[in-house]
């Protein structure tokens, strides 16, 4: 099986990098790195807060406009791509998934911030005028940690992150449906847990709604309530999802893809993708690469 995706890791992407972290100005992050404008995942957590520039970016092929003061946030897995125009600043953090375990009693603590949960809704903020200067305050402490090896420097930053995710989630995000009990949220994220850890194999509501110990009906209501879609249309949406990223490496033939998936054959994965997108996997291609010119 050729290579499935190009994926970076923080090492591949900057020679100075300590206790799996990488912090930086984003102007000279880009000048290092040019060639990150095309499609690619990362396998660590990835967050660009934007002082000045303009152009678009794109996570799972949602786009957004690159504006001063937006800051974005990306999990391991996703894809993303940019086109700046013009000078672009800001700063850019990435730090790998072990970062936070020896410091954190809960290994899941990241996953409560809605911008970290994979919901691109959720993944880019605009702040507001009060957050500003407070959120470019800590990552000039970050890279003032970054730069002078200060005693404990690694424990700083980590105190540092979780200050900048629990102001902006404060600030910039809205509150949880009070009258939702926090039992229906652990359930949903769970099933979708179990969905990024069996999509190619399991596609039934009732195979997930055995692993959680309830009713196929139970799972199908929670998610009609919760994401206003069946349990079905979730799964959907995730391999359909997998398959866009995988279009992306034009090295891979459709076929292939729809081998890597688990579909009987070409046909079927093709019938599949274009009922939930509206086009065919070669259109959806001809598409991406019609923008990486």
């Not at 930086?24 to 002082?51: D, I, M």
């Not at 999802?241 to 893809?257: C, D, M, P």
Request: charged share 20%; aromatic share 14%.
């Amino acid at each position: 099986m050729k290579e499935i995706f190009p994926v970076y890791d923080i090492g591949t992407l900057s020679k100075y990098t300590q206790e799996d972290i990488l912090i930086s100005r984003f102007g000279a992050y880009l000048q290092v790195h040019k060639n990150l404008h095309l499609p690619h995942r990362h396998n660590f957590y990835h967050l660009v807060l934007f002082t000045e520039g303009s152009g678009h970016h794109a996570i799972d092929f949602k786009n957004f406009p690159v504006t001063p003061h937006q800051i974005y946030f990306m999990i391991p897995g996703q894809v993303h791509s940019w086109s700046f125009e013009g000078k672009t600043d800001g700063y850019v953090v990435n730090f790998s998934p072990a970062f936070f375990q020896s410091f954190l009693q809960n290994a899941d603590y990241l996953e409560q911030f809605p911008f970290f949960s994979g919901n691109i809704d959720y993944q880019v903020i605009n702040l507001a005028g009060d957050v500003q200067q407070k959120a470019i305050a800590i990552f000039e402490q970050l890279i003032n940690e970054s730069e002078h090896g200060n005693p404990l420097s690694a424990d700083m930053v980590r105190l540092l992150l979780l200050e900048l995710f629990i102001t902006i989630s404060r600030t910039s995000l809205p509150a949880p449906a009070a009258t939702v009990p926090s039992y229906n949220y652990t359930l949903l994220k769970n099933f979708q847990k179990l969905i990024d850890q069996n999509y190619k194999a399991l596609r039934m509501p009732k195979e997930y709604a055995a692993m959680l110990y309830i009713t196929p009906n139970h799972l199908n209501a929670l998610c009609n309530d919760l994401l206003g879609i069946s349990a079905g249309e979730v799964i959907r949406k995730r391999v359909v999802l997998e398959a866009k990223r995988l279009l992306v490496n034009f090295n891979l033939s459709v076929t292939e893809i729809a081998g890597e998936l688990n579909f009987q054959d070409n046909s079927y994965f093709t019938k599949f993708f274009k009922k939930l997108e509206g086009v065919t996997p070669e259109e959806f291609r001809n598409e991406i690469k019609s923008h990486t010119k």
